[in-house]
């Protein structure tokens, strides 16, 4: 059974930075290429659930309104996947997603329905 687990989030000022991780067990990260996708995810009050942050094989993907602030990365020895935060705006506030396609199944690497395990979520809030 696959199972991802989050940590990181927390309450940070507008221009502060954050570092959220994503543990993954029932799966084990390999070479560069074993197809799959995994992910980060949020979703603020209201809004739905958008794409932040993926990698696939040894490529990254962000969503426009991150690019340059946030830096996702892979860590195969502790089969966890991080995303690193940084000049964090109000508007970044929500509950922060890890998730996990495997096997791939769909090329729409953002897109939230192309993926099967998620996590519990960790909330991000950020104040002015």
């Known amino acids: 059974e696959v199972q991802l687990v989050e940590s990181g989030g927390g309450l940070v000022q507008a221009g502060g930075s954050l570092r959220l991780s994503c543990k993954v067990s029932?799966?084990?990260?390999?070479?560069?290429?074993?197809?799959?996708?995994i992910g980060w995810f949020r979703q603020a009050p209201g809004k739905e659930r958008e794409g932040v942050a993926c990698i696939r094989n040894t490529d990254t993907y962000y969503s426009d309104s991150v690019k340059g602030r946030f830096t996702i990365s892979r860590d195969s020895a502790e089969n966890t996947v991080h995303l690193e935060m940084r000049n964090l705006k109000p508007e970044d506030t929500a509950v922060y997603y890890c998730?996990?396609?495997?096997?791939?199944?769909?090329?729409?690497?953002?897109?939230?329905?192309?993926?099967?395990?998620w996590g519990q979520g960790t909330q991000v809030t950020v104040s002015l």
């Open positions: 029932g799966f084990r990260f390999g070479g560069y290429d074993d197809g799959y996708d």
């Open positions: 998730a996990l396609d495997w096997p791939r199944l769909s090329l729409a690497i953002m897109d939230p329905f192309a993926y099967d395990d």
